[in-house]
Structures are given as C-alpha cells and as structure tokens.
C-alpha cells in the first residue's frame, strides 16, 4: 500500500482527480482514485470513487462491509474465521465506469475493447493486517478474490487499499496473468 506520506504527493489532473495510473511501476498497473461521495451505512460504507485517465473521469461505486478484522495471525497465518465473503462489492456509477473498463483492458495491453462495467460483481475479502484496524482513521488493505467458488472460471486476486480519512483508495495489480479474467468478470467484453 502507498505509505501515507504518498497521499500527500498524488497528483491531481486539471478536473481535481487523480492520474488514474500515476502509481503504476514496470510491468504492474496499479489505479489511484479519489473518494468523491461517502456514505456510512449501519453495516458497510458506501464510496463513489474517481480518477481521470487523458482528460476523462473514470470511476465506479465500492462497497465494503464495516469492521472487517485483521486476516492474519502474528505467524502470518490466514485466520478462516476472518474471511469476509462478498466483502467488497464494485458497482457501475455510469458512462465513467464502462470507460474506466475500457481503460484498464488498454493499460493492460489485453487484445480486446471491454465493453459495459457490468452492474455489480462482489469479492472474497482478507484485510492483509494482523491486527485490528479501524478504517475510519487508519489505512487497511484489502485483498480481493474474485471468481473464487468452487467450480466458477476465471479466477483472479488484486489489492484494495482505503484510507478513507486522507480520502484515496488504490486498487492494485496482484499479477498481470490475472488481467484477462478480471476484464472478463467486470465488464461485458468479448471472450478473451
């Protein structure tokens, strides 16, 4: 994840978003996205995030569930009981979506246009933390299973990093073999 000094340094595109890919480093893309709207439900918090790619906003809605606790033991072993099914849900907000998709299958050199963000598509959640963290004031990291029960295809894994009080969420690339499954799982894109 960004270390917090790094938010400070975003850049911001002329429409006040960030670069989306401002972050990306040789061989992995990586997204910054501003929180435009922030909703605080009794059980999840709902965000609409966004970016700018070339003087175009890109972006979509989250949503992910309250008081998800740290994955992880002190021996870095995964705690079952802390695994959050459905966790983190991605939602289309619009045009700005079905371009951000459009975006990222260019960013990831895939041989194919992505059409339409599809209208919601949920996540197995682990924060990647051994403790506790209150996601209201401090930076959690997520990572994100998708595709993950049993018998479906196209599996794939990335990261969501929130810092909701400095305002950001980075959604980064766990491994490029899993860009094709994840265009195909988000969006309405021919068969890759």
Not at 74 to 89: K, M, N, Q, S
Not at 122 to 134: K, M, R, Y
Request: a negative charge.
């Amino acid at each position: 994840m960004k270390e917090t000094e790094e938010y400070m340094t975003v850049r911001l595109a002329e429409d006040g978003n960030p670069i989306l890919d401002q972050f990306s480093e040789e061989g992995f893309v990586d997204c910054t996205f501003r929180i435009v709207k922030q909703v605080s439900g009794e059980s999840t918090y709902r965000l609409h995030v966004s970016a700018s790619h070339q003087g175009a906003t890109v972006g979509f809605e989250v949503v992910v569930v309250k008081g998800i606790r740290g994955g992880l033991t002190d021996e870095l072993e995964l705690i079952p009981d802390h695994v959050y099914y459905d966790g983190v849900t991605f939602f289309r907000s619009g045009p700005e979506s079905d371009r951000l998709m459009k975006v990222m299958a260019e960013l990831y050199e895939l041989d194919v246009e992505a059409g339409r963000m599809i209208e919601s598509f949920s996540f197995t959640v682990i924060a990647l933390h051994q403790d506790n963290v209150d996601m209201e004031c401090q930076p959690i990291k997520l990572k994100l299973f998708g595709n993950d029960t049993e018998g479906l295809d196209d599996y794939f894994e990335s990261f969501l990093n929130l810092s909701l009080s400095d305002g950001f969420v980075f959604w980064d690339e766990k491994d490029p073999d899993y860009r094709a499954p994840l265009i195909k799982s988000l969006s309405t894109a021919p068969a890759i």
